[in-house]
């Protein structure tokens, strides 16, 4: 884990969304390194899990510098973060409304919003969110229910590749906040605009300038100054900032390809290619010649546990190394223990 | 400079400077801060919430021992559930007729960093002879003693957290089975005017096991945001209507030194706002 690209990504945001407050999504790459260096950069955290919660308490980083951004929650979850001092939860149904009414007086609310995304690759906005039609409605119990709502929050998905769903989010979501400010008269105070900011995962490059521009231009046009804009990036953050290192521990040659098998795979660090549907820019430290079609395989005994098929490589031999890169965002953070494996060691530099 | 903010109330929050930090512990259950604040003096923080400071303890301390101490006249026998910072056993032995003070605390640990970290609290009343102290769940304390008691002080956390279940109805019922004829429970219950809901579901669950039930109050600066109330559960009324002069009579008698209590407060401390009494009635604001 690179310390300098995790914060050149911070600053990249900074610039590119100035005034929005970035809450790191925890989830995407749980490490406390990357949590202390964050909190020292000033950036706050978007919790979905008392484990998560745990992590910040350890490190001594207050729960005020957090959102809970989980939907759903069971009672033992919001005593959790209370205790952990995150007051801030996100609801997107009258359900979760009323598991909250017991903490009315000590907590702010999130009402999170659905608006169907075409150009994310992960589509996060069928499991969770209200429809825009809902949303008065919902505020309306949270009034009856005396439970005080700051918000509304959206996710367009994941890896957005076009500015777009963000900005149809926000206008839209700038006219249901002046709805409801008018109908309760009471002032909202944040627009949450979720995560979704993409990597360049191809190669291809990324005009970021480009891709922020229309959000930095709807955000001040469509919203008035009293409303603080926050977001939860995840991958934007921290998929830059790791790299992978795996190496050669064995090889054959079955069916007209060669093999081989890595101490890492689709059920350590390259479990975002199941997951996540992500393909991983792949470097071999060897650029001999003459190259043949290969297969990289990963060290469990499972038939799928393959990260890469038909690739040209060079000849490999036991302990050469694979490096992959932009492998910071759900790869670690979803990798499972199967077969005993002990998974990668993280270091930071 | 370091500052701590807590994390009780989602919309604002009272901030301490922090002077330096003599003790920090987070296990799997709490997170244990104290440190010093050159105004409040050595302050203790549990789960981003202040539990205590060296300034004003005296004011939760005294009104939570002698309110029901001097109004029952006559105890013997007391019971403080938690307190494991000492200072509500150095209250309730402060009072001569006290044979025996039995302190229930759940985690040996809290007594152990307070003796070290908090000693003002305590001021050795651990070493009294009538302490007796039990390492216990307060819960399951109340559950299978045999001992009985002529008043039990619940000095819980917040329902939030390990104290929950000193707040439900089942403690409360099993505080009356081992309270002598006459005898006194009362409890901490928050700041009313932010944790209006607690009086409510206080007072419902209370009543449900004693005919006596009511609310006092006491502003503690520290615990931010107006008057604490503590909680009032017996079986006989002539107990908290005990007038003036008696109370002046046995506090005299009692031989102890108040720097917040006196008869007038104590009498005066159950005079409540009418939002908290309406809250009482089961009435929403």
């Known amino acids: 884990m690179y310390r300098e690209k995790l914060l050149q990504q911070l600053e990249l945001l900074r610039e590119q969304l100035p005034g929005v407050t970035p809450y790191y999504a925890i989830k995407a790459f749980p490490n406390e390194d990357v949590l202390k260096i964050l909190a020292d950069a000033g950036a706050c955290f978007d919790v979905a899990s008392t484990g998560e919660i745990d992590m910040l308490q350890r490190l001594n980083i207050s729960g005020r510098r957090t959102i809970h951004t989980h939907p759903i929650k069971k009672d033992s979850e919001i005593k959790a973060a209370l205790r952990g001092g995150s007051t801030t939860f996100v609801v997107d149904n009258a359900e979760e409304l009323h598991k909250l009414l017991p903490?009315?007086?000590?907590?702010?609310?999130l009402l999170r919003v659905s608006f169907?995304?075409?150009?994310?690759?992960?589509?996060?906005?069928?499991?969770?969110?209200?429809?825009p039609e809902q949303v008065v409605e919902i505020i309306g119990e949270a009034s009856t229910l005396g439970i005080p709502v700051r918000g509304l929050s959206f996710h367009v998905g994941s890896q957005s590749m076009a500015p777009d769903a963000h900005v149809s989010a926000i206008d839209h979501c700038a006219g249901l906040i002046s709805e409801i400010e008018q109908h309760s008269g009471r002032p909202m105070n944040v627009l949450d605009i979720g995560g979704g900011f993409p990597v360049d995962y191809a190669g291809t490059g990324i005009d970021y300038a480009s891709y922020f521009e229309p959000i930095r231009d709807i955000l001040a046009e469509s919203l008035p100054d009293h409303i603080e804009v926050i977001a939860e990036p995840g991958r934007f953050l921290v998929a830059r900032a790791v790299t992978a290192i795996a190496s050669v521990a064995g090889k054959a040659r079955r069916g007209g390809y060669q093999w081989y098998y890595l101490d890492d795979g689709v059920y350590g660090s390259y479990s975002g290619q199941l997951f996540d549907h992500a393909v991983y820019p792949l470097q071999i430290l060897n650029d001999s010649m003459p190259r043949e079609s290969s297969i990289l395989a990963g060290p469990t005994c499972d038939s799928i546990d393959v990260i890469?098929?038909?690739?040209?490589?060079?000849?490999?031999?036991?302990?050469?190394?694979?490096?992959?890169?932009?492998?910071?965002?759900?790869?670690?953070?979803t990798a499972t223990r199967f077969n005993s494996l002990s998974g990668a060691q993280i270091v930071v530099i | 400079m370091k500052l701590f903010t807590e994390t009780l109330y989602d919309a604002f929050g009272q901030t301490f400077r922090i002077d330096k930090v003599y003790f920090e512990n987070k296990t799997e259950?709490?997170?244990?801060?104290?440190?010093?604040?050159?105004?409040l003096g050595r302050v203790m923080v549990l789960d981003g919430v202040v539990q205590t400071t060296e300034k004003d303890e005296f004011i939760y301390h005294e009104m939570m021992a002698h309110v029901p101490l001097l109004a029952h006249g006559k105890a013997r026998q007391v019971l403080i559930i938690g307190g494991g910072d000492g200072g509500m056993l150095r209250e309730v032995l402060k009072h001569n007729a006290i044979e025996q003070a039995t302190m229930v605390e759940i985690d040996a640990a809290v007594i152990e960093m307070a003796k070290q970290y908090l000693p003002n609290h305590s001021q050795g009343a651990f070493d009294d002879p009538r302490a007796n102290i039990v390492i216990a769940d307060g819960m399951d304390f109340v559950r299978e003693t045999a001992l009985r008691f002529d008043v039990i002080i619940s000095d819980s956390t917040d329902p939030i957290g390990p104290g929950e279940i000193l707040f439900s109805e089942d403690f409360y019922a099993h505080c009356r089975r081992i309270l002598n004829q006459g005898g006194v429970l009362a409890t901490q219950n928050g700041v009313a005017f932010f944790q209006l809901d607690e009086v409510t579901t206080t007072a419902k669950r209370l009543s449900q096991h004693f005919s006596d039930t009511a609310f006092y109050s006491a502003a503690i600066p520290t615990y931010f945001g107006g008057i604490m109330t503590f909680a009032w559960g017996c079986n006989d009324q002539a107990v908290r209507n005990v007038d003036v002069q008696t109370l002046q009579h046995r506090y005299t008698a009692s031989g102890i030194h108040t720097r917040y209590y006196t008869p007038e407060i104590h009498k005066a401390s159950f005079a409540l706002p009418k939002y908290i009494i309406d809250?009482?009635?089961?009435k929403t604001a």
Request: charged share 20%; glycine share 10%.
């Open chain 2, 29 to 39: 259950h709490q997170h244990l801060m104290i440190f010093h604040n050159t105004v």
């Open chain 1, 103 to 109: 903490y009315r007086q000590r907590i702010g609310l």
């Open chain 1, 308 to 333: 890469a098929e038909d690739i040209a490589l060079p000849e490999l031999n036991e302990g050469d190394l694979v490096i992959g890169h932009m492998m910071g965002a759900y790869t670690y953070a």
């Open chain 1, 116 to 131: 169907r995304s075409k150009s994310a690759r992960v589509d996060l906005s069928r499991k969770f969110g209200c429809a």
């Open chain 2, 279 to 282: 809250a009482f009635d089961g």
